[in-house]
Nanobody, 119 residues
Framework: QVQLKESGGGLVQAGGSLRLSCAAS????????SAWYRQAPGKERELVAS???????NYVDSVKGRFTISRDNAKNTVYLQMNSLKPEDTAVYYC?????????????WGQGTRVTVSS
């Protein structure tokens, strides 16, 4: 089992920056990929950024050049650095991890952290 806890959300003005953190605990050795999702009121949950254990990263077009996903294996933590924030980035951000153990796939979600970007 894996537990995920996000932190780092808050209120920031347009053009500002925030860094979100996702700390994993439990059977972290089973994780094969991690990601950040977000969900704004009245909208579908959206994949924002992902990173494989090999280090490959992907981003949704709307955040390319502004957001960076990274990890610190020693701390079992994944980060999302968000720069040049826009009001449309306002959402609850969720950490996600995919695990694989004994030929079975598992999915884990954090509780979410709220990001509000003011005009």
């Amino acid at each position: 089992q894996v537990q995920l806890k996000e932190s780092g959300g808050g209120l920031v003005q347009a053009g500002g920056s925030l860094r979100l953190s996702c700390a994993a605990s439990g059977s972290t050795y089973t994780i094969v990929a991690s990601a950040w999702y977000r969900q704004a009121p009245g909208k579908e949950r959206e994949l924002v950024a992902s990173i494989s254990n090999g280090g490959d990263t992907n981003y949704v077009d709307s955040v390319k050049g502004r957001f960076t996903i990274s990890r610190d294996n020693a701390k079992n933590t994944v980060y999302l650095q968000m720069n040049s924030l826009k009001p449309e980035d306002t959402a609850v951000y969720y950490c996600y991890a995919r695990g694989y153990e004994h030929y079975k796939e598992y999915e884990y979600w954090g509780q979410g952290t709220r990001v509000t970007v003011s005009s």
